[in-house]
């Protein structure tokens, strides 16, 4: 038995290809049928790593009564919310309108005009736990549908309403000011968790933006607690069950609030923004212990989220056959089996392994804190002999499709990491994903928002313009290559022109020739990923200063003053908006550096430069050899090479330092 999410590409719908629903993806072939047939249309959105995604699908779409019911009562549409967002984005803010909260999976039922008047998220086969039954759900919303119209006509044009409603601020009353930093740090002191870092109770997820503030916070005003703040909320994470000890990476959150319990889902975006932070903290500290989990977590996606093509894939399973977690957890006999009775004692009370376990009857590894001391080569050959054993187990499932917008997060991170930490293999596969993103990303010209099977798909949303700007210029500076440069001045003119709407002065999530949707999204909070607004404000911002176009610069900083009150009121959910702040406010430091990229030195100024952290800085780089150099950019202007060797500029504030050609003299004017 199958349905027509046979013929899609996405794994997660085709998780669902073999369900009794007669499930359609979205599109207007179920729309029609909708309006033809007087139909309420039901709509289920997940994402194929998402654990009780598929406990609804074990309990409800696989049950063939209820699957009639849903056949008989509705058209039903299963939505990848990975693929589409701005589907997801709109009856997510729809079933939190009509509920107070939302999550996956998500249940949204709708006219078929696309008009939300019920919804939810998971519901179970039958009554359980104060939820009501999904029989007795589809029953009732069908009932409503059919017999009071009216009823459900006007709780559908209350909820557009609150949809629609746009930002109702007088910005030219508003003046960007440094204070409102004083003011959300000491809200995030507050709501600071002393004993175990991060914010807030179980479940615990990480905020690594709201993090990158803290750590912009101590290089604004060297207040030595914002950093300790980031300091143990990072060793924190790195010790306990959120973090794969064995294979690398993050897990997506912690069901407790003390790091140790995860969800197991592993999500490429959180990897590479937490990445980032660990890189960030290293160069700010020195702490060796940061730059080894910066390496794990991108040696990991090198090897099991990376394609042969050089895209990075989206997610790894929580579940393997059926179990949550079952993939990485470990039996006492199990590690002693693998690491030998030598090291089994070391290697239990290293990883807190006991025979009793800590989940479930079995141990999730972390740190245990009398295991802290013992010695890393120890370790190190114990992580190579248990991931061996791992492998053993079979492979865990992965969405192996490729986003845009989360592949410029990584693309980033790997770029800025090849540089800091002198990896050219990250190099190697920062260059192969930039060349993935412009070539197979890229159809008739027009950017795509998700890549499989050899097929690039869905007009590209603002996130992925957005977060692929901000890929290729860490690509550009670490590869003195200007063609990187040239295609992120092309997408930011792109950003203007098909998503910034001149009328209301707001950036959307969808372009202005893209299908209306119920209403046009606009979601400018920063969850779990930056919201593509924050993302392309930082993006104009950078190509302003590099290009000089007022344009960029004035509408980004319109977007700034919109956002200012939500930074203030509410900074746990504006942490990029922060970030982009911050670099707004800082008048960033401006710097140069040409010469031959074959040339040693202009690889080691390159070096050193980029091992300081200066988190508010723009920077090109130019070989003068390079057919797609961008000479013509005012960064370059009157910055020659002196005595034909590489050379680097730095300036700050309309001064700049003295042009650097040795590295000893880099190294003395950063100290100045």
Not at 528 to 546: H, N, T, Y
Not at 603 to 631: C, F, H, Q
Request: charged letters at 25%.
């Amino acid at each position: 038995m199958t349905n027509r999410l046979i013929n899609e590409s996405s794994p997660y719908l085709l998780q669902h290809a073999h369900n009794p629903v007669d499930w359609y993806p979205w599109g207007d072939e179920a729309i029609s049928r909708a309006k033809r047939e007087d139909k309420p249309i039901l709509i289920s959105i997940g994402y194929s790593a998402c654990h009780w995604c598929h406990v609804m699908e074990r309990e409800c779409f696989e049950n063939q009564e209820i699957a009639s019911l849903m056949n008989d009562l509705f058209i039903c549409i299963k939505v990848d919310r990975e693929e589409r967002p701005d589907i997801d984005q709109i009856y997510m803010e729809a079933v939190q309108a009509m509920t107070g909260g939302g999550g996956w999976p998500l249940t949204a039922i709708i006219t078929p005009e696309g008009k939300p008047f019920y919804g939810g998220t998971y519901f179970p086969p039958t009554d359980r736990q104060g939820l009501p039954g999904f029989p007795k759900v589809l029953k009732a919303a069908a009932e409503a549908y059919h017999d009071r119209r009216n009823d459900v006509e006007q709780v559908a044009l209350q909820i557009q309403g609150v949809l629609s409603a746009g930002h109702e601020i007088d910005t030219g009353r508003i003046s960007l000011s440094g204070d409102i930093f004083d003011q959300v740090y000491s809200v995030l002191r507050r709501r600071f968790d002393s004993s175990n870092g991060g914010f807030g109770c179980a479940p615990k997820f990480p905020q690594p933006m709201i993090l990158e503030f803290l750590l912009r916070y101590y290089h604004r005003t060297k207040d030595q607690t914002a950093l300790d703040m980031v300091r143990k909320t990072l060793e924190k994470m790195a010790h306990g069950g959120i973090y794969d000890h064995v294979g690398g990476g993050f897990h997506r959150y912690a069901t407790d609030d003390s790091w140790m319990v995860p969800h197991f889902e592993k999500m490429l975006y959180d990897n590479a923004l937490l990445a980032r932070l660990y890189l960030d903290a290293y160069l700010i500290t020195g702490d060796e212990r940061y730059r080894r989990i910066t390496e794990e977590t991108l040696d990991y996606v090198l090897r099991e989220m990376t394609s042969t093509e050089g895209g990075f894939f989206s997610s790894q399973d929580a579940d393997s056959d059926g179990v949550e977690g079952k993939y990485y957890v470990w039996s006492s006999e199990e590690i002693t089996e693998t690491v030998g009775e030598n090291h089994e004692e070391l290697v239990k009370a290293y990883f807190g392994v006991t025979s009793r376990g800590n989940f479930e009857g079995k141990n999730i590894l972390h740190v245990a804190q009398n295991g802290q001391e013992i010695a890393l080569d120890v370790m190190a050959q114990a992580r190579g002999l248990l991931l061996k054993k791992r492998q053993e187990r079979g492979s865990i499932g992965c969405d192996d499709k490729i986003l845009t917008s989360w592949n410029g997060l990584m693309l980033s991170t790997l770029a800025e990491a090849a540089v800091s930490l002198n990896r050219q293999d990250y190099l190697h596969a920062a260059v192969s994903n930039g060349e993935f993103l412009l070539c197979k990303m890229m159809v008739d010209g027009e950017l795509k928002h998700t890549y499989k099977n050899g097929m690039a798909k869905i007009d590209g949303f603002l996130e992925d313009y957005a977060s692929i700007i901000g890929g290729l210029l860490s690509l550009h500076k670490a590869t003195f290559d200007g063609k990187w440069l040239r295609q992120a001045i092309v997408f930011g003119d792109l950003i203007i022109e098909r998503f910034w709407n001149e009328v209301d002065g707001l950036l959307y999530d969808t372009s202005n020739n893209s299908q209306p949707l119920f209403v046009r999204p606009k979601n400018s909070f920063d969850g779990a990923i930056p919201s593509g607004a924050s993302m392309a404000v930082l993006a104009l911002l950078k190509l302003g200063a590099m290009t000089h176009n007022k344009r960029f610069i004035d509408i980004a900083t319109h977007q700034l003053r919109v956002m200012y009150q939500s930074m203030l009121q509410h900074p746990l959910g504006f942490g990029n908006w922060l970030c982009t702040l911050d670099f707004h406010l800082s008048d960033p430091t401006e710097i140069a550096l040409i010469g031959s990229k074959s040339e040693p030195m202009s690889l080691e100024l390159l070096r050193t430069i980029s091992a300081t952290w200066i988190p508010n800085k723009i920077m090109v780089t130019y070989d003068p050899e390079d057919p797609n150099g961008l000479s013509e950019l005012m960064l370059l202007q009157d910055r020659p090479m002196i005595d034909h060797r590489p050379t680097l500029y730095i300036c700050h504030g309309h001064t700049c330092k003295s042009a650097v050609t040795d590295v000893g003299d880099l190294i003395a004017e950063l100290r100045t």
